[in-house]
Structures are given as C-alpha cells and as structure tokens.
C-alpha cells in the first residue's frame, strides 16, 4: 500500500487560478520523498489537501490507504504534521506543549524523550515558549509532530529557522524514522537538505509535476549527469571541445572552459583533448550536476538553455 496517493487532483481558486492542477503522485510506504517547487508552485496547498484543511475543486488522495477527505480523523491519527505556518501557545511551556500533543493524540510517549531526540534541553522544556527563538520553536513543533510515533511524518519546511546543530538533527530524525519504515514526505526550498535526505523527489511547478525520480534518475533523465571545468593559459582554438562525443554543451567564460557531459568517461576526454591542444592545462574541477542545477533546469528550463525536459 502507498502512503500518499494522489489522483488527478486540482484545486482551482476563482475562475482560473490553479493551485494544484490535475496531479498524480504516489509515495511509497517506507521512503522519503522530497517535494520540491518554487513559491506558489502549490505545494502547501497539496499537504493542505492530504490533511483536509482545503477540499479539492477535483481528484482524489488517499493517506496510508484512508481517503483524505471522508476519513480524515483516521489520517490525523496516524500521520505527525510539521506544518510550514504553525502556532505555539506563548504562555505554554515546551513540555506542556508535548503534553498537550500527546493526550489529544491518546499517546503514551514521554515528554523528556521527544524534547531530547529535537534537542530541547531541560531548562528550554520549562520554559514558556512564548519566548523561545524561531529555532527552538521550530524543535518544539516538530516535538509535537513526532507524538504517537506516526507511520507517515509530513515535514513542511523542516529547516526553516534552524541552525546547522537543527539542520543535522532534522536529518537523523527523518533518516530514523525511515530506518524504522515509516514514510517522511518532505517538502522543503533548501535542495541541499532534500539532497542528502530523500529516496525520491518531485519536482513541482505552476501546480504540475514536472518531473518525479531519483536524484540520479534526474541526472540520467536530462543528460546533465556532470560537468567539468577547466582552467587554461588561454582558450584553445585548435580543438572543438562540442565535438567530443557526450558533451551536450560547452561554455567559455575567460580562462575557464566548462563541458556539460552526458557519461561520465567524457570528462576524461575533454582533460584528454585540452592536454593534445595548444593550450597548457592548469587547473581542472569535476562537478556532478546538484540538484540545485537540476530544480533550474525542471523549473526554468528556458534559462538554462536546456534541452528540451522530459515528461
Ligand atoms: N486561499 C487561496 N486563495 C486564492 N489563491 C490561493 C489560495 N491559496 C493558495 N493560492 C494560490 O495557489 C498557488 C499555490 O499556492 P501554495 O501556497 O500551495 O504554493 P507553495 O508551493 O506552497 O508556495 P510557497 O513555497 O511559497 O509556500 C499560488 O498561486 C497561491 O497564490
């Protein structure tokens, strides 16, 4: 069974603003998905369907095999929200907040256990989190989100006000919870993040999933799998680095010459034929394409000048 599923889902706003417009996803039990898009790419909006705080105009979703909308109650049970605007009570402390979790949830967890595991000392749980700093708030919240020990964790945002202490906590405490199968749907701007935590990410745009895969599928997927630069004396003019067989593109900028290669082994080639050139080699750096490159080239592929994006 799937922990997310989504099918043909669009929430329309007005007459024609599309929030979400006819998306299918599906996220399997047991990984950690990372959902990517730029701002108003409908993310939010999507996690708000899956939790029913928004009905969709059409389509359906499914969590841990219970319809979003009818069964609702049994999502919330089963599912731990970090949610991207939550609130804190200001004149709660940090433990009367978990405890406050817990009992709505009908949880046993123990308080002291949850503030540790999000690096909440003993002194910030007696606390009032009305004075808590944005990265203490943010470690409560998802404190709260880790009540009941849910099968599906939704993280909106995760890192948002952490220090880089906060960042590496959120990666251990979502690589954890997929060591112990459950399922992490993580959506986040920081691609770094999303990067070293995720199985599989899809990437959405204007509402529409333009591309679902590995990093690596990602990579294979519009050929930019690496690229290397090179630092010369001065660019040669008796070699055509274009025409080197799996380099899709070559740009120059001064001294410095970066190929785009489509297989790995090109890389060797392009050093090869600088080295036969006029030209005298002498620096070079190989650089596999991040997935920073690869949200550009999905998300705006003109400015890329990328090829064409495959659907
Ligand atoms: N209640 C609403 N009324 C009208 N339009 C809305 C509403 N909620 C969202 N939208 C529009 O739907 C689109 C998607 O918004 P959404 O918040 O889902 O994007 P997002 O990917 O989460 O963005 P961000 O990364 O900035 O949080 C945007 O164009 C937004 O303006």
Redesign the pocket.
Known sequence: MAAIEVEGLTKR??HD?Y?VDDLDLTVEAGEVFGFL?P????????IDVLLDYVRPTAGTATVLGYDAQSEADAVHDRVGVLP?GYSLYDRLTGREHLQYAIELKGADDDPDDLLRRVGLDSTAAERRAGGYSKGMSQRLALGMALVGDPELLILDEPSSGLDPDGIRDIREITRDHAAAGGTVFFSS?VLSQVEAVCDRVGI?SR?RLVATDTIDGLRDALGTGATVTVTVDAPPADVDLRSIDGVSAVAVDGNEITATCTVPAAKLRVLDAIRESESELLDFEARQASLEDLFRAYVHPEADGATEVPR
């Open positions: 706003y007005g603003v929030a898009g701002n108003g790419a409908g993310k939010s909006t999507t991207d701007h959405l509402g």
